[in-house]
């Protein structure tokens, strides 16, 4: 670093410090001051200097030396609090200068780190906001922020500083909406109607917002405008047009877009909606056009003639990547709409051939497992995927694969008795994967337990076990999300969500894995049986196969333990 | 500051200087990609082709909780990232994230350890870029090689122990000049402005002839379907000042404001309802609020008063409408028509269509009504230029071109056509300066010139494309195929 660490330099800094004037050169007190302020030896020399800037006529000088102040204290964190220090700094929160005000209650706040910031009592945040039209859109910000800690001491001084706020609430600079909207949600936590009229009142800046020229505001405005969805689902309803994707957007931009877009859905909109979706299916990037795929599977939901007859459209065009994500979507959709299941049936036919990557031919054979004595043509295509085993790689396939082919032998054996046995016999005797040869094991076992054990365990649900219960979602309260509104945290929270909606079968998304943790034994035997094939399902996502194994240590009757070491395994079912 | 300099050129020598925004740090990512690739069909020689070279180019720590080794994995991740398609403003590695902007071929990074707010450090980057454009005129790694030493001050002036200090270039520029040698002679004097109460305005300007231009820029966004609907259309516009005034004159704007005239009772002429109003720091919006009234003292030189968006159904101003032929292995057959649909008095200038035309298209053929048609390649596209395109009249392109008989693999997006133009004297949304009122101490007289414009913003016209269009034997279509020439 150029000005550090030299024994010149600290020379230098030293002499200059030492001069009882040197505030009085302007610029040169401000890169004196920061310069020494990294340098641990220089400390003491600086205190002098500093508390005279504190009372300097010119307001740069002032503004250096009180954050100066916090820099010190960060310095050598574990020295003592200057009580006079900290009372001429609230002294200068009444200083003419804007910065310099703002800079005091960013000292404060470092310096009384440990008691909680600076103290905001009811003069201070009437001198703040009455001095907020002055500052920049950074020291506004950074006021509104602190100010989120008062608590007005009654609804008639709560209504005034509301009132001086609104106009703040509709500023043109993002940061200072966002802000000021933050100490709305914070002041009137207990009154909706308020917190209510304050996000009607956002929407318009917000709209503005995404239309921002910065990709990164635009980005910004659509992750907050989600968790605003999460309580006021109607907010944006007339506003679809706004969300429609340009064609020189980044592909993180349409993603978030179109997860807005499913949430505007209604009767009106939903053609124009569908009609522009179904343009985003064929994009470039081969992420956007899935997540397209999945946001018309998401409408589906609600409107699934229409989607249907889209995402069935877009098989026809035999592309890798968008067969793939369309079987994902129609299992998804099936799970949660069983009346579906026909078109889907009719649609899956032949299309086993375009699949190419794991995920896709996990849901193709899902939905062969569940809806198999509806599609004649099952066996022959689990049989291509039999022979084709040993040179699978994917493990949640061939985990999967066992799965879908003891489903379809119990409502099919006669076509699938053979292919069956061969599965198991390669499984257990040549595959060298635990989970998958375990897997074999148990599901071998489990026939020898009979077919109407066999038949219990394996006749899982067809569709979401909570539908009927709940139609859409309920709106979240708005003190869900009040705290992480204008933070980081929504920028990152809607890439996880995705991720975990887009991968794994419905049953994962569904089911809680939580009481996975803490199996107890009480338990009930009906709710026994449920929770393994549960956790069979749950077993191929997450390969805790030992869990399982645990589990039906305790409940012996469907599953007999053996020593594993070194064992070799029973005789396979061969067809003699 | 040469040793400086040449320092720095060496990228291992990780010259960091520190900043910090409640525990961010800034820097300036290098970032350079070169493409060997000698044949763009063939993928492996892509790959092998495309070498990144990052390096730090200036980077200050302003609070210092953050490890400076920490953007070590900025790169990585990044990189990581893009090559999975899931590109986002904020990257993490642990617990430190970083928010990053790009300009030109440069990288901002902030990184922080904290929930900070995120909206507010885009804003702190794009200041950033904006302040050293204003210096530098462009911001590239040139620049800021050149001039470190006045990034530096400036980064020490914008920002101070992670909080935004004075960022108002117009301000920093009167006192943290150029020229490095010159700072140490210049420092004694702290300009007024950055005590002042209008911190946007020197005090003692001095003009000999006193004038104000107004110019109002109106620019169109229009998203037409393939079927030929407007599916959204809204018009951004904006009133740039360029002041020549002396001294601190007091200055009152009169537009032609529906909410105004409604406030004052009359309702003579066209109105117009603005949304989103934005106005320069120097507006008081308090006034504003009250009255309507906009009233100011005007930063010197240019700057941008006011933005405002009206969102009413407009309908694109130069209609297209085209045929594209695709036969696959042998030729692309481009018919484009487009007619202007503004009065007939009125010009466009500088009227540009922009055609895509697929990757491997060859031997281009051009029969244009008026104006020229070229190919760019490197874009996949045809541009046709009309120098002056009057309202209501109607012209044609046709293009033809020819296709290789093996086609590549790569999947091709679907740009849309592209109209930009730029007509003067006229403003679609119909806004109009009413009287620009200049009062100053001095009682001089003072000129104000107003100009409008109109522009496109881009008016896209999506294509419509047969689904097969993925694999690649097109046939894409518009709407009026039965266009004759």
Redesign the interface.
């Known amino acids: 670093m150029p000005y550090l660490g030299s024994e010149d330099a600290v020379r230098e800094l030293r002499r200059a410090l030492s001069n009882p004037n040197v505030q009085s050169d302007q610029l040169r007190y401000r890169n004196t001051i920061l310069k020494v302020i990294r340098l641990p030896s220089l400390v003491e020399y600086v205190e002098q200097p500093l508390t005279a800037g504190l009372k300097d006529r010119a307001a740069c000088v002032r503004r250096v030396a009180v954050l100066g102040w916090a820099k010190l204290h960060n310095l050598q964190p574990n020295s003592e609090i200057d009580a006079a220090v900290v009372n001429e700094l609230y002294t200068l929160l009444r200083d003419p200068d804007p910065v310099v005000m703002v800079n005091c209650l960013r000292a404060l706040e470092e310096i009384l780190k440990e008691e909680g910031g600076v103290a905001i009592n009811k003069p201070i945040t009437h001198h703040l906001l009455k001095r907020l039209k002055e500052s920049d859109v950074w020291g506004q910000c950074e006021v509104l922020r602190i100010l989120q800690r008062y608590r007005p001491q009654s609804e008639d001084e709560l209504f005034d500083i509301l009132s001086l706020l609104d106009a703040s609430l509709v500023s043109p600079h993002p940061p200072v909406m966002a802000a000021t909207l933050s100490l709305f949600l914070s002041l009137c936590s207990g009154l909706p109607a308020v917190n209510l009229a304050a996000l009607e009142r956002v929407r318009a800046p917000l709209l503005a917002a995404c239309g921002s020229v910065s990709r990164e505001m635009r980005f910004t405005a659509l992750c907050h405008i989600q968790l605003l969805l999460r309580s006021l689902p109607g907010l944006m309803g007339a506003h679809y047009k706004r969300f429609f994707c340009g064609y020189a957007e980044p592909a993180y931009i349409k993603q978030r877009k179109m997860q807005v877009l499913v949430e505007l859905v209604n009767d009106e909109n939903v053609a124009m909606l569908l009609d522009e979706l179904k343009g985003y299916c064929t994009d470039v990037n081969a992420d956007t056009a899935q997540a397209a795929i999945s946001a018309i599977g998401r409408i589906g939901r609600s409107y699934s003639d229409r989607c249907l007859e889209i995402l069935t459209g877009l098989l026809g065009l035999k592309q890798e990547h968008i067969t793939s994500a369309v079987v994902q979507t129609m299992r998804d959709l099936v799970w949660v709409c069983p009346q579906c299941s026909d078109t889907v049936c009719l649609a899956l036919e032949g299309c086993e051939e375009t699949l190419q990557d794991s995920q896709g031919r996990q849901a193709l054979l899902w939905l062969l497992a569940v809806y198999g004595e509806r599609i004649s043509s099952a066996p022959y295509t689990l049989e291509v995927f039999i022979d084709g085993v040993r040179s699978e790689a994917s493990l949640g396939v061939k985990m999967e694969l066992l799965t879908t082919t003891m489903r379809l032998f119990l409502c099919r054996p006669a076509e699938t008795q053979d292919m069956l046995g061969r599965l198991l016999h390669y499984c257990i005797e040549e595959e060298t994967d635990m989970c998958v040869r375990d897997q074999a094991l148990l599901y071998y076992r489990l026939l020898h337990c009979g077919i109407e054990e066999t038949q219990k365990v394996l006749q899982g649900r067809r569709s979401d076990p909570s539908l009927g219960v709940l139609i859409g979602r309920p709106a979240e309260p708005i003190s869900q999300w009040a705290c992480s509104f204008n933070t980081l945290k929504p920028l990152r929270q809607g890439s996880v969500e995705t991720e975990s909606a887009s991968r794994g079968s419905p049953e994962h998304v569904t089911f809680d894995p939580k009481p996975n943790t803490d199996l107890s034994d009480t338990l009930d035997c009906s709710q026994t049986e449920t929770l393994l094939y549960k956790l069979i399902i749950f077993a191929h996502k997450t390969h805790v196969v030992y869990k399982i194994q645990c589990f039906i240590i305790k409940y012996p009757t469907i599953y007999k333990p053996t020593s594993r070491a070194g064992s070799k395994p029973f005789g396979c079912p061969r067809r003699d | 500051q040469k040793l400086?300099k040449a320092k720095m050129i060496s990228p291992n020598c990780l010259?960091?200087?520190?900043i910090r925004q409640r525990s961010q740090r800034h820097l300036i990512y290098y970032h350079i990609r070169e493409i060997k690739a000698a044949n763009p069909h063939n993928r492996e020689a892509r790959t092998y082709g495309i070498r990144n070279f990052f390096f730090v180019l200036i980077c200050r720590n302003y609070?210092?909780d953050v490890d400076m080794a920490e953007i070590d994995h900025f790169l990585p991740l990044l990189m990581q990232h893009e090559e999975?398609?899931?590109?986002?403003?904020?990257l993490?590695h642990g617990n430190v994230?970083f928010?990053w902007?790009k300009h030109s071929n440069l990288y901002l990074v902030a990184t922080?350890n904290?929930?900070?707010?995120?909206?507010?450090v885009?804003?702190?980057?794009?200041k950033l870029v904006e302040v050293f454009t204003e210096y530098f005129k462009e911001l590239e790694e040139e620049s800021i090689q050149d001039n470190f030493v006045v990034v530096y001050e400036l980064l020490?002036e914008l920002m101070?122990?992670g909080?935004?200090?004075?960022?108002?270039s117009k301000i920093l520029q009167e006192?943290i000049t150029q020229q490095g040698t010159k700072l140490e002679v210049a420092?004694?004097k702290?300009p007024t402005t950055?005590?002042n109460a209008v911190s946007w305005r020197s005090e003692g300007i001095k003009y000999k002839k006193n004038e104000v231009f107004i110019d109002v820029i109106e620019s169109i966004n229009v998203?037409v379907?393939a079927n030929g609907n407007v599916?959204?259309s809204?018009i951004v516009g904006s009133i740039k000042l360029k002041t020549m005034l002396s001294g601190m004159p007091e200055l009152r704007l009169g537009l032609n404001d529906r909410v105004l005239f409604a406030l004052t009772g009359r309702d003579k002429g066209k109105t117009v309802v603005m949304?989103?109003?934005?106005?320069h720091?120097c507006v008081r919006?308090?006034r504003f609020?009250s009255d309507r009234t906009i009233s100011f003292i005007p930063p010197d030189g240019e700057s941008e008063l006011m933005s405002y968006?009206i969102n009413t159904h407009v309908k694109p101003l130069i209609w297209i409408e085209s045929v594209i032929e695709k036969f696959s292995h042998s030729r692309v057959e481009i018919m484009v028509k487009a007619k202007g649909q503004f009065k007939k008095q009125s010009v466009a200038n500088n009227v540009e269509v922009r055609v895509p035309v697929p990757s491997d298209a060859d031997s281009p053929k051009f029969k244009t009504s008026t104006g020229t048609a070229k190919y760019v390649p490197e874009k996949n596209m045809v541009v046709w230029t009309i120098k002056s395109f009057p309202g209501g009249k109607e012209f044609l392109m046709r293009a033809h071109f020819g296709l290789p008989s093996v086609e590549n693999n790569e999947?091709?997006?679907?740009?849309?056509i592209t109209v930009k133009f730029e007509i003067p004297y006229f403003t679609v949304s119909g806004i109009q300066v009413r009287y620009m009122k200049i009062i100053e101490k001095s009682g001089y007289q003072a000129l104000p010139w107003v100009r409008y414009i109109t522009q496109s913003g881009g008016t896209?016209i999506?294509l419509q494309?047969n689904?097969?269009?993925?694999?690649r034997n097109v046939f894409y279509l518009s709407k009026g195929s039965d266009v004759e020439m």
């Open positions: 400086v010259f960091c200087h520190i609070k210092g999975e398609g899931l590109l986002c403003p904020v993490s994230h928010m902007i922080t904290k929930n900070s707010n995120a909206s507010l885009y804003s702190f980057l794009y020490d101070d122990f909080f935004p200090q004075t960022t108002d006192y420092k004694s702290v950055v005590t998203l379907n599916m959204s809204d949304e989103d109003v934005k106005f720091q919006l308090s609020e968006r999947l091709e997006g679907k740009p849309p896209l999506r494309y689904m097969t269009y993925c694999f």
